[in-house]
């Protein structure tokens, strides 16, 4: 079983005082700011002369992981307030004090107002920060992991230099993981857009850092004053909490008539799953006469075939979007999406939105049947399925991953989980959602949206055909924006789910 190495920091007044990049609070603090007062603890004092090659090594070690996993208790903002500091824009000043000039500065330009809110955790939790690096059954034990555990003792502050900390460092077994009191908060690489972005360390910040220092120690040269190098050299994720599902980059069509462009071309409903079909043959078209590298190439991520039933490398999903929204929508499929999975970078979805606008979707014998004409994400109707909602609700039937026992609730066992819920939390799991962002699941046969039939009136590709459709209600702890599709159908068509706009939005 993998183990952590855990360092774990307690800030000794119980408030933490650093901002992020935007410069608002930084929640949790991250791990680049962890490697940063790991090295500087290591480096202060009566500590430095204790520097070797190993604690090099260690650094370099560290850096070269993946980000880790926090655990940190809940955040309480506490109240702001102002005050006057010393200005750090200081090279008029500095630049007269090294030419033997008198500084032409006022006492006021001396000094600047700064506006402080610090975070502090809930009154019956200590302030305390657990990183966790994943180590395999090959790395314990491990040299880097056990001196950084040493360099952890010499941490002495985190945040500004007003917050004092103690670090420590272990190795935890999966069990004691599991028990570290607090929120999770895992990384997530992808177009982080508003949502909760980090620094990290990478290969070379280690060098990158002991040359920012060394500038700064000189910066001051006879009469010279030089700018510092400030550290460039990391990485950016995003943290979400358990509770958060990561963002879905998507590029969205219209769907035209082949003779008459500015006319929609409507699809039926029951046909989702051809329509699908229709685009991704022709994604895949293209696909193949573009030089547009993609992951483990376009036979797997355009087309999506797999080795087998295991086979998890990521793929486009192709959606289709009956319209909705209106008490008399009649349900006919005018728009569809093309989607990366949950916390892709957009560089696919950005290529599928420039290459297929203005191509002609085919059926399976060749002839024309639509134009595939780009749209804006707000367009009314598409903004059903990727906007922000508590609740998501599927249009097209999810087709569970294996078969279940025909009843969504047994006679007297209210309360436990019936064969079909369990499949469906896998298939919720298998689309790249965390289980522990729900609060609630439905499941039913009837449809939920106006235009919408019953699963078995679907049609499906043959390996589909056998297994167990539901139309289903999702309702998540926190606001989720789609695009959203569960299910052994996710990829084709079916399974896809639209939000039930709140009040207010």
Known sequence: MMQNLCLSVTLLDGRFHGRGDGRGPEWPPSPWRLFQALLAGAHTGGHHPEWTDSHAKA??????RDPPLIVSPDRRELSGYTLSVPNNDMDRLAAAWASRREPRTTAAELRTLKAVRPSAS????PMTLHYLYPLTNDEVPNPEAETLCQAARCLHTFGWGIDAAVAYGR???PEETERLPGVRWRPHRGPWLGQNVRRVPKEGSLDDLTTCHGEFTR??????????????VFDRVAYLRDSEVPSRPFAAFLLRATQHPENWRP???????IVAAMLRSLTCRVAQAD??????GSDSYVAGHRENGQDERPRFSYLVLPSIGHPHADGMIRRVLIAEPHGGDGNHAAWAANRLRGQTLTDKEGRPVAIVQASEPLEKVIRSYVAESRTWTSVTPVILPGYD???ALKPNQAGSATKAERLLFKAIAQAGIPVQALSDVTLRKAPLWPGSFHPRDYQRPDYLRNLPGWHVSLKFREPVTGPLAIGAGRHCGLGVLAAEIENGS
């Not at 650094?59 to 070269?64: G, T, V, Y």
């Not at 910066?219 to 460039?232: A, E, F, H, N, S």
């Not at 030089?291 to 483990?296: D, L, Q, V």
Request: without cysteine; negative net charge.
């Open 122 to 125: 809930a009154p019956d939790q």
């Open 59 to 64: 650094f370099q070690w560290l850096e070269q």
């Open 219 to 232: 910066r001051v040269d006879g009469d010279t004053l030089r700018q510092p190098k400030r550290p460039t």
């Open 405 to 407: 026992d025909f009843r």
């Open 171 to 173: 190795v935890l077994s």
């Open 267 to 273: 699809f039926r409903q029951h046909d989702a799953n």
């Open 291 to 296: 030089s547009h590298e993609f992951p483990h």
